[in-house]
């Protein structure tokens, strides 16, 4: 974290506000790379999803959102990389504090963005094509046409995805023959090629098997010391075992944002202990 | 983007990163959406082109001495020739009512009946079998069913009334009821099979039969979904055109009887197009104050219908989900008010509480006089069901005949000559080459225009429109095209295509009438298509950063390819059997295959109708030749239709 805080210094130009969250969120200054969430409210056709959320999620961590069912969740991850765009009468204000800019201004592209914040989504969603198209693809729409390159750079990602010693003498079958555990890797790879800096993850192995789930968790382990991860869970041992910050969420609100270990350990807030402990409903 | 790449080349596997705020969407990318964006407006040219040409027409027809708007609305004579011709509509009109009311007698009861037995009591098996089967009833060309009636319905009910014209409206009628037949049934079997199951167990834990069942509880759930099957069979009777033009005969008469000859609206205007009546007459022009009339009875039984599917539509998603949204939004409300709903129902328990017991001598059933009751209700289901069944079997039963009796009377005619030599002006030397040659060109032609086009407002609908008021009012009127009769677009043929942009009785205004018609059933057809492909390939696209565009090209249409072709080729093959919007425009005779497409043409259907009022008997075996191969031919796209979408659903891995 110390180092984060030198890189804001040298680039200087951050103007970045910080989160005014009272005692709830996590009050730490952001840095360049931080993710620094200001005030965010979201609405589906009117109807508040997303009430007033900030935090800052800090670079090369893994930050977990945990909560309920229906409690915004994913809908506040998918505004990082404005995945909401695309889904009719989602509306959004506030900002999004992120490498000096404030991405959810209508001058950030959207496309541009999600070439730098890459996801993965709670369905594996590999494209019905061979497993190096599907890698190769957003490589490719970068306008990197050389195959020694393209090759090198699915080798490169199935290696960081720890799929490679798995698939590396079937890469022109079809990407629906892995198993759901194995297509869940190849989306992270294929979220990979494109040397994001942040991965937000939609619930990533919930649609998986333990052993499956294991090897993902690994894997974001790994990840989280080149990239900021972000990872929604209903899973609350999940998101004491892998993050290193956790903010609770409760009926679109961030009720508490902290360490991982504190959240869990004492929290602040009752509703937090009352979800954590299983005393909830 | 070709900077990036540049860089890039060198050699670090590191790829280089535009700055967030520098548009991606190129240039590129904003020509192909505004493309998108027109090609769906055609929608509002297809519908000025029709309001036009049918005001335009009448207009003209108003301005003739003879012609005036009250005597048009309320006059009771229509003898539109003659040197006292007099322009009443009534009579056009009550045999308009005539036909189509007949005609839903029919097939109303029939069809709901159908319906009915196969929602609820066909097995699998039978139901995916029978199912095909009655839509097949569907595809084959009014053409054959206007042959159909005349030649093979028309002597028997001549037997059986011998009062009975030559032509006369009840054959016409017969025919038509099984052409609309297959609306009435697969609409009513949707909303038949989309009652809830729990509201069936209710009943059937009540003691109700199934038959009682089906009758009290699930026909009345679904009755709003019957009604607009209905309405829809009535538009579509409405705007028939070739079975009354060939069988039903061609004088006005309004007297209401069935055994008559009458004269349609539809059937009028067809009259006008083969040369019978002499062009630029206030006869001729009349056609278009018809067409109006006929255009604004169809669209609105057609409104009507679609706002009652519509509404069946969104009511079936609200109950089936309150959406995650809104149930959030529901339970913080009730949580801030502190009342949840689960707390206010014990609450309200306590309070009633129950006070009286049950007191079970009271006795309003009287047991004894309950014997043989169920067995006479079960007899009466067992009679029910058996009727339901009979229904589906007569739709059967009047398929095989008419393919039998057009195969034994075709086949005979059927000579290597027939097929392929060029005809001559005698009797033995009638051939369909130039027909089959037209009707194959016809078609080329129309993929090649309609195509690009209807796909291309598809994408744009599906993938790429934001809900805006004009993309809903497009929508909307690409929906209620799909109900425009269809001889109502060979006006517009002949008024925009023929007439105004000059192109003559050629090939290619042919190919554009067609391909007017057939473009909402292609936009249709491939939104469906484009629906199918799964959500997660758009979000994994762009998740990785792919635009709209690329998304779309990339993963979206690959994946809908197949269901496209399929939906294509069966628009194709509706408008290669359709005869009335190339009514105007194709010629009655050609010797040879067209050579260009400003060269006129003639068809197979149009072929098979000028043959079919032949005054020589030997050109109605030549027709039911042509028919044969028209139908083999049909058959062969619907086949080839039915194996690609087979293939590519086994190929299919997601």
């Given amino acids: 974290m110390f180092f984060t805080f030198l890189k804001s210094e040298k680039r200087g130009a951050v103007k970045t506000v910080a989160p005014d969250n009272g005692n709830k969120g996590h009050d730490r200054k952001g840095g360049y790379n931080d993710i620094q969430i200001n005030k965010v409210n979201i609405y589906y056709f009117g109807k508040q999803a997303i009430r007033d959320v900030s935090m800052t999620i800090p670079e090369k961590r893994v930050t977990a959102f945990i909560g309920p069912s229906g409690c915004g969740k994913s809908t506040l991850l998918r505004n990082i990389n404005r995945m909401n765009d695309d889904i009719v009468g989602c509306t959004y204000n506030g900002n999004i504090g ?60 199935l290696k960081d995805a720890a799929l490679w010693d798995e698939v590396k003498d079937r890469l ?65 041992q999940q998101a004491a075992r892998i993050s290193d910050f956790t903010g609770f969420m409760y009926l679109g609100e961030l009720i508490e944002f902290g360490k991982t270990r504190q959240i869990f350990e004492r929290p602040k807030e009752e509703l937090t202990e009352r979800y954590i402990t299983g005393r909830f409903g | 983007m070709k900077a990036f790449v540049g860089i890039f080349g060198g050699g670090a ?39 036009y040409t049918l005001l335009e027409g009448s207009y003209r027809f108003f301005q003739f001495d003879e012609v005036s708007i009250t005597d048009f609305l309320f006059g009771t004579k229509w003898v539109p ?112 099979k989309s009652v809830p199951k729990h509201l069936r167990e209710a009943s059937m834990a009540m003691g109700a039969t199934k038959w009682e069942t089906s009758l009290k509880v699930v026909i009345p759930a679904a009755s709003s979904g019957i009604a607009a099957s209905v309405l829809l069979g009535i538009a579509r009777a409405i705007g028939e055109t070739m079975v009354v033009t060939l069988a039903a005969g061609s004088i006005a008469g309004g007297q209401w009887s069935f055994l008559k000859e009458v004269q349609p609206m539809t059937s009028f205007i067809a009259q006008t197009a083969t040369g019978d009546i002499p062009p630029g007459t206030s006869q001729a022009e009349a056609a278009f104050a018809v067409g109006l009339m006929l255009f604004l009875m169809t669209f609105l039984v057609n409104w009507i219908a679609g706002r009652i599917v519509l509404r069946i539509k969104k ?28 707390r206010s129902v014990t609450e309200g328990e306590q309070k009633t509480g129950r006070s009286q017991k049950i007191d079970r001598s009271w006795k309003f059933i009287d047991k004894d006089k309950l014997k043989g009751n169920l067995s006479r209700r079960k007899v009466k289901g067992y009679f029910g069901v058996s009727i339901t069944a009979l229904s589906l079997v007569l739709a059967f039963i009047f398929l095989v005949y008419l393919l039998v009796e057009v195969f034994i009377s075709g086949a005979g005619v059927i000579t290597w000559d027939f097929l392929t030599a060029e005809p001559g002006f005698r009797v033995t030397e009638a051939s369909i080459m130039p027909a089959i040659a037209g009707s194959v060109s016809l078609m080329l032609l129309t993929l090649l225009l309609s195509i690009p086009l209807g796909v291309a407002t598809a994408v744009y609908f599906n993938e790429i429109a934001k809900d805006t008021w004009y993309t809903r009012f497009l929508r909307r009127l690409i929906q209620n095209l799909s109900g425009v009769p269809s001889i109502v677009f060979g006006l517009v043929g002949l008024a925009i295509f023929v007439r105004l942009f000059d192109f003559g009785p050629s090939l290619l205004a042919g190919s554009m009438t067609l391909a007017l018609m057939i473009m909402p059933i292609i936009v249709v057809a491939s939104e469906e298509a484009l629906k199918s492909v799964p959500q997660g390939f758009r979000e994994a696209a762009r998740g990785v950063g792919a635009t709209r565009w690329q998304t779309v090209k990339h993963h979206v249409l690959p994946n ?29 005779f050609a010797k040879t295959a067209p050579s260009g497409v400003m060269d006129s043409f003639v068809a197979l259907p149009l072929t098979i109708f000028f043959w079919s009022r032949h005054a020589k008997t030997e050109f109605h075996d030549f027709a039911s030749g042509a028919i044969l191969v028209l139908l083999v031919l049909l058959l062969t796209m619907n086949a080839i239709a039915i194996f690609i979408r087979y293939r590519s659903q086994k190929r299919r891995d997601w």
């Fill in chain 1, 98 to 157: 992120w490498q000096g800019l404030d991405i959810l201004q209508k001058k950030v592209d959207p496309v541009a963005l999600r070439r730098r914040i890459g996801m993965v989504f709670q369905k594996p969603n590999p494209f019905p094509r061979s497993i190096f198209d599907n890698i190769a693809y957003g490589p490719k729409l970068l306008g990197i046409r050389n195959k020694k390159k393209l090759k090198e750079i699915v080798e490169k990602s």
């Fill in chain 1, 172 to 236: 022109n079958d079809s990407a629906m023959g892995l198993s759901g555990g194995q297509q869940q890797r190849l989306c992270i790879a294929r979220a990979l090629a494109v040397e994001p800096d942040v991965i937000l993850m939609d619930e990533p192995c919930s649609a998986l098997d333990p052993i499956a789930t294991a090897k993902i968790e690994d894997l974001i382990n790994e990840l989280k010391k080149e990239y900021t991860v972000v990872i929604v869970t209903h899973n609350m």
């Fill in chain 2, 13 to 51: 596997a590191r790829i280089t990163k535009p700055p967030l705020t520098k548009k991606v969407s190129r240039l590129s990318e904003r020509v192909v959406l505004s493309t998108l964006f027109s090609a769906s407006s055609i929608a509002v040219f297809i519908s000025i082109a029709i309001l």
């Fill in chain 2, 81 to 192: 020739s003659g040197s006292n011709p007099s322009f009443g509509i009534y009579p056009l009109l009550s045999d308009t009512l005539l036909i189509t009311g007949g005609t839903i007698l029919i097939a109303g009861p029939i069809g709901i009946a159908a319906a009915l037995f196969l929602s609820e009591y066909a097995p699998m098996r039978l139901r995916t079998f029978a199912k095909p089967v009655v839509e097949l009833l569907a595809g084959i060309p009014s053409i054959v069913y206007g042959f159909f009636a005349l030649f093979t319905i028309g002597p028997i009910v001549r037997d059986i009334f011998p009062e009975a014209t030559y032509f006369n409206a009840l054959q016409a009628v017969i025919v038509m009821s099984f052409m609309v037949l297959p609306i009435i049934v697969s609409i009513s079997d949707d909303s038949l």
């Fill in chain 2, 315 to 342: 009511g079936s998603i609200v109950k089936k989900e309150p959406g995650k949204v809104e149930k959030l939004f529901r339970e913080h409300v009730l949580q801030k008010k502190g009342t949840s709903q689960y």
């Fill in chain 2, 560 to 588: 809908a390819v197949p269901g496209i072709i399929t939906g294509s080729i069966l628009a194709l093959s509706r408008a290669i059997g359709e005869t009335a919007p190339i009514l105007f425009i194709g010629a009655m």
